[in-house]
């Protein structure tokens, strides 16, 4: 089951990166075509320089905090057993980065929302009082604040250096889960900038960035002797994950993607229409995936009583290195 879950995933990332090169090549001449016929807002160079120092800011600065709360990360999480060194180190690892990307999500969740509040295009399941149709109200020629546009470029080091941190680590049993969701999501992100999408992008990132806040939270907690944190932080995730990934996420987001974008702008205007719907669906399954394996994740807790992320299953990496031997 295993290696048919991985031949997929797999093939999966292969057809995502022949893709988007495409996208790629039709994005550029496309965005050539535009400067052609309108003044340019502001300089793709200075986008492209922006992206990198936050690129490269974000790296630094995860690897940073890593080394610096390695020391709380241990005292947090007691080793077990049985536990190798290894996993232990993987599980202190995970812990680092966990808190490192919650308190991320917190501050870049805030900084969205703040920016979207009083926008149009910002729908009331979101917290707004807006219509989604208006992400694609004068497409492509939609202005955003500079303020929209430095999140934005933010988000895109930040994803970015997420793919680079994947590759650089020890492969963990959920890597190629992993490498479909960072790549997906980067060429999402980096494509939605260039081509104009920022408005239904931005939805995109605040929907995903509430979830991820209550995400990591339980991982930074869940090989923590704290029991209690723990359980609230589970059933927190749940109900974000409910709400927001299952409910919200196709029926708002992907509905405006697939619909909307047609009804409100001319369809030969729309760039890369088929691959953003590929990347919200394939998204979308690995949301689908994952919320069935945090409701294991409660039934092995309610069967054993001990609390374990089945999903990235770091106390496998023994079991695998038995094999291989």
Known sequence: MSAAKDLVLRALVVATLLWAAQVLNDGYKEIQARRLKTEAQGSQNDDIIMSLLCFAGMLVAQLFFRHLFAV????MIPKKPRW??????????RCCDSVFKFFYYCAMTTW??????????????????GDTR?????????????????????????????????????RHPDFWEMLLHHLVTCCLVGFSYSLSYVRIGS????????????IYLSKALVDTPNTRAIV??????????????????????????????????KPERIVSWGFMNFGLFTIFLLHMYWFGMILKIGTYYRQTGQARDLQSNLSSMDFGDKKRM
């Open 72 to 75: 709380v990360a241990r005292a």
């Open 84 to 93: 190798s060194h290894k996993v232990w180190g993987a599980k202190v690892t």
């Open 112 to 129: 969205c929302f703040a920016l979207l509040k009083d926008e149009p295009w910002l729908p009331r399941l979101l917290g707004g009082s």
């Open 134 to 170: 208006f992400c694609w109200t004068g497409y492509p020629l939609q202005e955003f604040s500079p303020d929209l546009r430095r999140f934005y470029l933010t988000a895109v080091g930040y994803h970015f250096s997420e793919v680079l941190m994947l590759l650089l680590e020890v």
């Open 203 to 214: 939805l995109v990132l605040l929907l995903h960035g509430i979830t991820d806040i209550f």
């Open 232 to 265: 609230v932080s589970y059933f927190a995730l749940v109900v974000s994950y409910v709400w927001f990934r299952i409910i919200v996420f196709p029926v708002s987001i992907m509905r405006s993607v697939w619909v909307e974008s047609i009804q409100e702008a």
